[in-house]
């Protein structure tokens, strides 16, 4: 397959652009998602039951918070890095 014939960076309609990166954007956030529910899942359930015992839960939803403050620190951190980089 040839890409000659694929329109360079600058000839890609604004529309087309906005949509990929909105797809990319979907897509990795779905992919963090997953991550979170793998990572919780093995930490906090033992063995899988009909329901979640108040452990479990309480578990669970700690993980889920420690999850999501560490992925907004790290952002966070990249982004002051990216700024400092851009002023320099």
């Known amino acids: 397959m040839s890409f000659d014939s694929l ?3 600058d000839e890609v309609d604004p529309e087309v ?7 990319s954007q979907k897509a990795e956030l ?8 793998d ?10 039951r009909d329901k979640l015992d108040s452990r479990t ?3 669970v ?3 889920v918070e420690r999850f999501i403050d560490t992925s907004l620190t ?9 700024q400092g980089a851009a002023n320099m």
């Open 30 to 37: 779905q992919a963090q998602v997953h991550k979170l529910a």
């Open 74 to 82: 790290i952002a966070t951190r990249f982004q002051k890095l990216l």
């Open 39 to 48: 990572v919780c899942w093995e930490q906090c359930v033992d063995r899988p």
């Open 17 to 23: 652009a906005s949509f990929i990166q909105m797809e």
């Open 7 to 9: 329109p360079n960076k």
């Open 57 to 59: 839960e309480s578990c």
């Open 61 to 63: 939803s700690n993980c």
